[in-house]
């Protein structure tokens, strides 16, 4: 990466990957530097895991490709921006560099992958980590941190937080530990935040007013994420994040959230957004910092952008105004669907009306089928009785009445995805699939792509979201089937990965001419991923009405009129993009009922 004296040595270790108890210390034998009498890797004392010095690093790269854990990263970064390092957690470890601008009266998104350093910004810019500057060693003082950002918009910022003066509201991420920290009904807890007086209002907006006498524990995950969303929202603060605020909701209750996160900012409030639905994403923000550099070892925030700009930057994978090029690969989207080229005429699963009933919730079915290569979606609001229709086709419920004809074999990945297996990802893929080797057809063709032989020595038990989603759809495509029917395969997946994601799905049936079933509420994977869909209708909880498969056109069309949006292409990527409502195209699309694309 140009002159050396230009740069600089990163080196950092994942401990959990480190196993010296396993290995013979290659990355200490093989060290050019140790070989010589230099003591670049050594032992640390309590656990004897690697300890690389960075100053005495040459980057040859040696013991990164001799680590047989891939434990080890070192990249070469120009020296200039240690000028602009934010934060490190320790030696070897994860540092920040650059922080994003807050702006008063808008809502500024973060777009990147995951491991850039989201969470670790907002616990910067809320108070609760003081940046160190990479001194890791030494006790800050806020002093020094204002001195710091002397001259600049964040200057002001930290003044507030170091003078007790600044009230933050965060809506974290993990809003499954939510009843393990609080106790009571959602009632309960939102009179107890309800600091502007709009609980009632607000929760009204989200569809929460039928959930408010349950206990928290009783709560689903779209229940518990839109209630966080409002115990948020309902705070008096001059700071608001929200981290991950779609996930577990349905498009519907995506577009609610996003309005009222859109409603803060109208209010003179800062609001800054950490969400992987690049649509929703898209919708909500008025600008975006771009967050890039290497997953868990450091991260990099672009300058400010135009929602726009930023998000075809980041598809592009380059930052024209820094003249930075920091992914290789460029996102492009197809612009139209060869569904004839690939889809079989056999039809391999068919059937009649079924229907199926609960205590209090009726659901039922159109017929239709399932053809080789093909790739059917699955959308609609939650508790319609998605989930329990894949279920019905891959045989694990039983209908009430009508019939499913199928002699295929069905592999189905559910919605909620436990970790109670204790032991690593590569003991957990030989269980599921005992022909694992190095090299192998199903490690090629399917482990790489996912991104899952980097996991192998991790214990299912300290997998992210992410990782475990990924490692359950691997274990499904793995089986020898004829359909693959995912339920949510997008949860928790950052937006890079869920569009590789859908590109791979789509490559893989077609290539091992099988089929798939995917129900998801990212709108974006599902335009990338599908030849035809199924649209559910009907009332959440009561009853369910699922229509018979139809092409993508006509069934984009109806959801997209169903929930009064209208989708236009951006011009440079091909990304579907929301219009503004009552917009000049939004109106000319509506009038001529093309809701999903207009044709040219």
């Not at 003991?427 to 996912?450: C, D, K, M, R």
């Amino acid at each position: 990466m140009g002159n050396p004296e230009s740069t600089a040595r990163v080196a950092v270790l994942d401990e959990e990957l480190c196993k010296p108890r396993k290995c013979g210390l290659e990355c200490i034998i093989y060290c050019p530097v140790n070989k010589t009498g230099g003591k670049c890797i050594v032992q640390r004392e309590k656990d004897a895991k690697a300890v690389i010095s960075e100053d005495l690093c040459t980057g040859c790269g040696i013991c990164v490709k001799k680590c047989p854990f891939e434990a080890i990263v070192i990249v070469n970064l120009p020296k200039e921006l240690g000028e602009h390092k934010i934060h490190q957690y320790g030696i070897n470890s994860f540092r920040l560099y650059h922080l994003p601008t807050p702006k008063k009266g808008s809502v500024v998104g973060l777009l990147g992958r995951n491991g850039m350093g989201k969470s670790t910004i907002v616990n910067i810019l809320s108070g609760n980590i003081k940046p160190n500057f990479g001194n890791y060693d030494s006790n800050i003082e806020w002093d020094y941190v204002i001195e710091k950002f002397h001259g600049s918009e964040l200057k002001s910022h930290f003044e507030s937080i170091a003078n007790g003066n600044f009230r933050v509201s965060i809506k974290p991420q993990l809003v499954s530990k939510i009843p393990k920290v609080f106790k009571g009904t959602a009632d309960e807890i939102l009179k107890k935040f309800d600091e502007n007086k709009t609980a009632d209002e607000i929760s009204e907006k989200l569809g929460l007013k039928n959930s408010l006498n349950k206990n928290l524990n009783e709560l689903s995950g779209g229940e518990l994420q839109r209630l966080a969303v409002t115990v948020a929202a309902i705070k008096d603060a001059e700071y608001y994040f929200f981290d991950e605020p779609s996930s577990y909701n349905d498009i519907y209750q995506r577009l609610a959230v996003a309005k009222v996160i859109q409603n803060l900012a109208a209010k003179g409030k800062t609001v800054m957004v950490i969400e992987h639905d690049l649509t929703l994403l898209d919708y909500l923000s008025d600008y975006i910092h771009i967050l890039y550099g290497e997953s868990g070892a450091y991260g990099i925030v672009s300058s400010l952008q135009s929602t726009k700009a930023g998000i075809n930057n980041f598809l592009d994978g380059f930052i024209p105004s820094e003249n930075i090029r920091f992914r290789e690969k460029r996102f492009r989207f197809d612009t139209f669907n060869p569904i004839d080229d690939f889809i079989l005429n056999n039809t391999i699963t068919q059937y009649s009306e079924l229907e199926k009933n609960f205590n209090a919730f009726h659901l039922r079915i159109s017929h239709g089928k399932i053809r080789k290569g093909e790739v059917l979606g699955v959308i609609g609001a939650n508790a319609l009785g998605k989930t329990t229709f894949m279920k019905m086709i891959a045989g694990v419920e039983h209908t009430d009445k009508g019939s499913i004809e199928t002699n295929a074999k069905i592999s189905y990945k559910p919605q909620y995805i436990t970790q109670e297996y204790d032991s690593d990802v590569k003991s957990l893929l030989y269980t599921a699939y005992q022909n694992i080797i190095e090299g192998s057809i199903v490690e090629e063709q399917i482990i790489i792509p996912l991104g899952v032989k980097k996991l192998y020595e991790k214990n299912i038990k300290n997998l992210s979201g992410g990782e475990l989603q990924k490692v359950a759809i691997a274990i499904s495509l793995m089986r020898d089937v004829d359909i693959y029917a995912l339920d949510e395969p997008s949860a928790f997946l950052d937006i890079e990965e869920r569009i590789a994601l859908a590109k791979f799905i789509q490559r893989f049936v077609r290539a091992q001419a099988k089929s798939a079933i995917i129900i998801d509420h990212d709108m974006q994977l599902i335009d990338i991923v599908s030849d035809s869909l199924i649209i559910f209708n009907g009332k959440p909880g009561l009853e369910g009405i699922a229509s018979k498969p139809m092409s993508k056109i006509e069934g984009m069309n109806l959801f997209l009129r169903d929930l009064s949006i209208t989708y236009r292409r951006d011009e440079t990527t091909g990304r579907p993009r929301v219009n503004k409502n009552e917009s000049q195209l939004d109106k000319l699309q509506k009038n001529s009922g093309e809701y999903y694309y207009i044709k040219r």
